[in-house]
């Protein structure tokens, strides 16, 4: 008879410990921050709700009454234009019984009207309508006066920050807005395009850990490197945002560039956002992963460009290319490497951070993880 040891996997008795300061001797997040459900719970409280969030362009919401919805660590909140012209945001839920008062997007006449039980409120958030209150003892309407969110325009884009009385995104992200202007001009005079959506079995720092690094990009995505030439690649970090840029090659596999066209650029913005360009093409491309679940991530990738612009040949066939090709190959990366992320064989990879190599080194995403780990830890 042959008796057949059965092998146990256990995964190391490592800590977060092994994660330090140098990105050239330090090892990644656990596999735990990326599947389990805890984790993100905190990273509700403390990321995404201390923090600046993406949720549109000025365009979006130019006139009065126009509005953009969006959610945040599971709370509900919208940016409206109001009647005076001030850029306004309050938390999406009516002050009667908590039913959520608008969708989407889109443009409200007057008042802003509960669908549930009609409470009518006006853009600065003032409650003016409680049907039958006037038969109520003392019933005040101020008392219900909807709660504000900080927003904030910034080159262009609307930003909301859950938090109180948070520091403004030119304190927050020193050198951000310089790095936006240097390649694009008019970014106020943007309006959306186009915009595709990739819904991803993974946890959410799995796909920022895949764009903000290009180790992978040899192996991975032929066509890209193609695209892109490599021996101009600027891989930066700054505080709270960093960049990955470089010039472009008019004869490629991904798709025809005129010549000297700009350059490529990604510019991460803390926790969850990159404005970029992809070569030859007009406008701006804002790229946002917005977690779901523990594995689960909503990712869009929007286009914007001047009135008249980001419809042309080059522009078309760069979002054909993100949509079929380039797009797709990174979902089907990091769904895979979120299943590896669950096996028993697999607890902390190393970082491979070469400074004079920046189009293969991974320091921003050490720089990311710093981050991570930085909102997760009490102070």
Request: proline residues 6%; glycine residues 6%.
């Amino acid at each position: 008879m042959i008796c057949v040891m059965s092998q146990v996997f256990h995964r190391p008795d490592r800590s977060v410990d092994r994660f330090v300061a140098d990105p050239t001797r330090s090892y990644t997040l656990p596999a735990t921050y990326y599947v389990e459900p805890e984790i993100l719970e905190r990273e509700k409280r403390t990321v995404f709700a201390e923090s600046w969030v993406w949720v549109g362009h000025r365009s979006e919401v130019a006139t009065a009454g126009q509005y953009l919805t969006a959610e945040i660590a599971d709370q509900r909140v919208f940016v409206i234009r109001s009647a005076d012209g001030e850029l306004r945001a309050f938390f999406n839920v009516c002050m009667h019984r908590g039913h959520s008062l608008l969708e989407g997007s889109g443009t409200v006449s007057s008042l802003i009207t509960c669908p549930y039980h009609a409470w009518a409120y006006d853009s600065t958030g003032a409650l003016k309508g409680a049907r039958m209150s006037d038969r109520m003892d003392e019933f005040d309407y101020d008392e219900f006066q909807l709660p504000a969110v900080a927003v904030e325009e910034f080159c262009g884009f609307v930003f909301v920050n859950l938090s109180t009385e948070p520091a403004p995104m030119a304190e927050a992200y020193p050198g951000l807005e310089a790095a936006l202007r240097d390649r694009w001009d008019d970014l106020e005079l943007l309006e959306k395009v186009d915009e595709v959506e990739f819904t991803i079995a993974a946890n959410w720092k799995n796909v920022g850990d895949n764009l903000l690094e290009c180790y992978h990009c040899h192996p991975a995505h032929p066509a890209f490197v193609d695209l892109i030439d490599m021996d101009t690649y600027v891989n930066e970090t700054h505080d709270n945002w960093s960049i990955q840029a470089g010039a472009s090659r008019p004869e490629n596999s991904a798709y025809a560039v005129a010549s000297g066209a700009q350059e490529f650029a990604s510019i991460f913005a803390w926790p969850n956002v990159s404005l970029g360009r992809l070569p030859g093409t007009a406008g701006l491309f804002v790229f946002k992963f917005t977690p779901t679940g523990p594995e689960e991530t909503l990712q869009t990738f929007t286009l914007y460009a001047k009135p008249g612009e980001g419809t042309d040949e080059t522009t078309t066939a760069a979002m054909t290319y993100f949509e079929e090709v380039l797009g797709p190959e990174d979902v089907a990366l990091v769904e895979n490497v979120q299943k590896g992320l669950r096996s028993m064989g697999y607890h902390q990879g190393r970082f491979i951070c070469i400074p004079d190599r920046p189009e293969i080194s991974e320091h921003a995403v050490h720089h990311f993880h710093a981050m991570v780990l930085n909102a997760l830890t009490p102070s």
